[in-house]
Nanobody, 123 residues
Framework: VQLVESGGGSVQAGGSLTLSCATSGFRFDDYAIGWFRQVPGKEREAVSCMSKRDGSLYYLHSETGRFTISSDNAKNMAYLQMNSLKPEDTAVYYC?????????????????WGQGTQVTVSS
């Protein structure tokens, strides 16, 4: 199983980035897929999750309206569109999967993590 993130970088406040997660080694349709982020010294927090298996969708409250998760099942890809970025969004962003549902994403209980991609937002 592999999850490979890309699309991170440096952007000014108010800008946008789209993160991508290329996946392989598992049946994409059977899994919930989503994004976490982590700032040094803090716990990893779930940002968003989606599952086409059971239709569940999750967003961290503070990101509702700014971030949009999507997927392309034909390409086994997931994406996180981030708009109106703020300096406090600066973190390493990780792609993650969990079997079937998003219910365990908020508590960080997932089956597999990617290696992460750095997002830096300057003021």
């Amino acid at each position: 199983v592999q999850l490979v993130e890309s699309g991170g970088g440096s952007v000014q406040a108010g800008g946008s980035l789209t993160l991508s997660c290329a996946t392989s080694g598992f049946r994409f349709d059977d899994y919930a897929i989503g994004w976490f982020r982590q700032v040094p010294g803090k716990e990893r927090e779930a940002v968003s999750c989606m599952s086409k298996r059971d239709g569940s969708l999750y967003y961290l409250h503070s990101e509702t309206g700014r971030f949009t998760i999507s997927s392309d099942n034909a390409k086994n890809m997931a994406y996180l569109q981030m708009n109106s970025l703020k300096p406090e969004d600066t973190a390493v962003y990780y792609c993650a999967i969990d079997f079937r549902r998003c219910v365990d994403f908020p508590i960080g209980k997932v089956d597999k993590w990617g290696q992460g991609t750095q997002v830096t937002v300057s003021s």
